[in-house]
């Protein structure tokens, strides 16, 4: 338990950084949103530069500190400001509406991956030099290829050519989102194809790690003890052998994590799938910083959260932490 | 970035230290294949722009050139305005192979500097940098690399090679400051500190190049790194969209819709190029891991070390990080991180 909760701390810390960050950015850059907007409409007057700043909730009033201060309130209440490209919607009106797509595709797709992955490094570890061990150099291919290319290669043949799956946006035109079937059926209909590219360009990476952890865990002497004493090849592989991987393999998922959702994300900006991704494209293309800055914010703490889950079953799936826990 | 956990071990340095004829019949295959198939890109890069058949942003005034499949004329093709896919591609590989290795080369000497300096310091003060590495390891680096690149948009490669840099040691630190801590208490680091080396000394002749093979493999993974994220930045348009590198040339197939025309011809080769050089890097990555870790060897090059058959049985590399005196301040640091829950009551491993 208070592992747990020092790692809650270390994450509060890391998100504390990444908000000290985004408040200061703006501030330390060349560019700004008010200029890049300046620019962009060479009609306006410089006078509307206060008018902007003030829209935009960048007029610089009071101390840094006082900024500072106010910005971490305003995150607290979920305010990101406005959007500059759907003026007068909100940053976090416009967020609410996509994350859950994001959230829903992206999460679902990187747990079967890291599943698949890992029964597969298994298996490639227990019987290294195996068929399974020697394809695996051929695997690293679709590791190396970026999501969205596999993504548009994907939505190239199986969409456009032999129209298997439906490609663009999130469900079907013509229906009303909400809890019935005919939308979630279409929802997961467009989600399929998405969700193949994550599990093909991640799973891998996933198994190549799990892979090695496990050929140094089967020469320990434990597991030559193991099947010395004549147990189950079963019982061995799983038992004395995968569980013990599967502690470094969760903490490398933890870390890749971020990277895979980046990419993940980019991704979807082929699929024109209703999520972040999309979201960050059009956000880069307007010069609106708002609402990238809320982007950044929300993978952000999303990626910690899933990392304090992480961390929570590593606990649980430990012994060794588990004991260690009751000694304190 | 799903690497291989760092496995500190300490026989890399004298394998590939020792200059004995025919080491690179000894490198194990995937090493081969990769560093072939990164010769080519290279090679590529290098000499491409030099013989490319067409100036890469020439836009055909024909418009029956627009949109070509692969002729004779255009051996891949040419894009919607009618300019030509190989001259684009060729340069496309130089751009991108440069920003990729400048980053490479900025962000490991950053990681070797903050790891070695870590581990040598000790206590708190490594701690505190450990601290901050795996803060950055955590936060996602996509997304902060977008707020940076957008407001420094425009201004050639050098903010994406800058930015890229400054975001991609935290890894590479980690695993030399466990490599560093691993030797710097064995006998020949002892010795040089009795004879009364200087301390930078120490560094820069004793530790440093032990740790060449995983600083070698930290390069490779952080030009793999580097060519992920910058292809990624262009696809989504932060980039200088006059420039000619894989990821642009995929920004504009994107957005002038060559998926929706079917010009395979467009939007393939730069992904492609992007791919195979990943690959070629995956593959190098490994086999430079095998070849400081026997255990890692699959079992038909077990027998190709030093002549006689060796049984990947030596004793086992040590996954758990060794301990560091730590002072009262940095294991309270330390208790904050995730190896901290595999010490013991005393904070020690």
Sequence with gaps: ?328 | MTTAIPITTSQPADLIADKVPGRWRRLPVKAKVGAGLLGAFVLAGVIGPLVEPYDPAYQSPNPALSMNGPSLLHLLGTTQTGQDVLSQLLTGIRLTLEVAVITGVVATVLSVVVGVTAAFLGGFWDELLSLVSNVFLVIPALPLLVILLGYLQDKGQWPTIIVLSVLGWPWGARVIRAQTLAIRNRDFVAAARETGERTWRILLYEIVPNEISLIAANFVNTVLYAIGTSVALAFIGLTDLNSWSLGTMLYWAQSQDALQLGAWWWFVPPGLAVALIGTGLVLLNTGIDEFGNPRLRDAGNVGKISGHRLQPTSPTPVLTELAAERSRMGAFVHSFSRNSLLDGKDGRP
């Design chain 1, 1 to 328: 338990m208070a592992f747990i909760l020092r790692r809650l701390l270390f994450y509060i810390a890391a998100a504390w950084v990444a908000l000290t960050l985004n408040f200061f950015i703006p501030r330390a850059m060349p560019g700004n949103a008010v200029s890049a907007i300046l620019d962009k409409f060479p009609n306006l007057q410089p006078s509307a530069a206060k008018a902007l700043q003030a829209m935009l909730g960048v007029d610089h009033a009071g101390s840094l500190w006082h900024q500072y201060w106010a910005y971490l309130v305003h995150i607290a209440h979920f305010n990101f400001g406005t959007d500059l490209q759907q003026y007068p919607a909100s940053v976090s009106q416009l967020l609410g509406e996509t994350i859950p797509w994001t959230l829903t595709l992206v999460g679902t797709a990187t747990i079967i991956a890291f599943l698949i992955g890992t029964a597969l490094g298994i298996a490639a570890g227990w019987r290294y030099g195996g068929w399974l061990d020697r394809v695996l150099p051929g695997l690293m291919f679709f590791q190396a290829i970026p999501y969205f290319f596999l993504a548009l290669l994907l939505v190239d043949l199986i969409g456009v050519k032999l129209h298997w799956f439906p490609t663009g946006t999130g469900y079907s035109g013509g229906l009303v989102p909400g809890w019935h079937w005919g939308f979630i059926g279409s929802a997961i209909d467009h989600s399929i194809l998405p969700a193949f590219t994550i599990v093909i360009s991640s799973v891998a990476g996933w198994m190549l790690q799990m892979r090695n952890v496990m050929v140094t865990t089967i020469s320990e002497d434990y597991v030559v003890a193991a099947q010395a004493k004549g147990l189950r090849t079963r019982r061995v592989v799983f038992t004395y052998a995968a569980r013990n991987a599967l502690l470094p393999q969760l903490q490398g998922f933890g870390l890749a994590l971020g990277f895979v959702v980046s990419g993940a994300i980019v991704m979807e900006i082929v699929f024109a799938y209703p999520g972040i991704g999309l979201l960050l494209l059009s956000a880069v293309s307007s010069d609106d910083f708002p609402m990238m800055q809320a982007i950044f914010l929300v993978i952000t703490f999303a990626v910690l959260l899933a990392n304090l889950i992480v961390d929570i079953i590593i606990v649980f799936a430990d012994p060794r932490a588990r004991a260690r826990g009751a000694d304190r």
